[in-house]
């Protein structure tokens, strides 16, 4: 699959297949999002491969509800994590990206893992599409206590994650702004 084709035809995907991911699949999802560039190459990300069921349940519940139309409800993505096969969780080590030696931010926009672990997130995702498996990104969920249930040490926190699996069917295709809407010349609004 070219990867303009990839890009435009990303879902994110709620509903997976009961069937297994290959080892050689995960491997290639894992390469793509480490070859993803970083801020002086420091590749702050860590990779947590969760298969176990009992974990991945865990993990799910630390997602946070959502509120649609006035309501609370349990997070689309609970039900992801614990159909798809495959849960992968990227971690971020604090300090490293857009940091000087000490560990002080170099730039007004702080610590620059958020950046590097999202480029890494989108390597991942493409590299799935293409190998015709689905992901979706997690955001909404209680961080601290993921990192407890996967025992991630000091000095590093839970990002985001995602599930991976054959998904169950394509996803909606959702709309985008006109790119006009996006896109100026020389300065803001022009």
């Known amino acids: 699959m070219e990867i303009l ?22 491997r290639t999802v894992l390469e793509a999002a480490h070859w993803a560039p ?15 069921s009992g974990i991945k349940t865990e993990i799910a519940d630390t997602l946070t ?5 006035n309501e609370w409800i349990e997070n ?3 039900k992801a994590i614990k159909q798809a096969p495959v849960l992968i969780v990227i971690c971020a080590e604090l300090g490293k990206a857009g940091c000087h030696p000490d560990g002080t931010p170099a730039t007004d926009k702080g610590d ?9 997130m989108e390597n991942l995702t493409l590299a799935a599409r293409s190998l ?16 407890e249930i996967l ?19 394509e996803g909606q295709i959702s709309p985008r702004k006109e790119l006009s809407e996006s896109v100026f010349h020389d300065k803001f609004n022009q």
């Not at 995907?13 to 991911?21: G, I, M």
């Not at 990300?45 to 176990?52: A, E, H, L, P, S």
């Not at 620059?112 to 890494?120: C, E, G, R």
């Not at 015709?132 to 990192?147: E, Q």
């Open 76 to 78: 689309a993505a609970v």
């Open 38 to 52: 970083s801020w002086g190459n420091t590749q702050c990300w860590r990779f947590i491969v969760v298969r176990d």
């Open 5 to 26: 084709e990839a890009i435009s035809t990303r879902r994110s995907v709620r509903h997976y297949k009961d069937e297994p991911v290959d080892e050689g699949s995960i």
């Open 151 to 169: 025992d991630v040490p000091a000095g590093f926190i839970v990002v985001t994650m995602t599930p991976l699996g054959f998904p169950a069917h």
């Open 65 to 69: 509800k959502v509120k649609f139309e």
């Open 132 to 147: 015709g498996l689905g992901t979706v990104i997690i955001g909404n969920f209680d961080a601290g206590k993921a990192a």
């Open 112 to 120: 620059w893992y958020m950046f590097d672990i999202a480029l890494a």
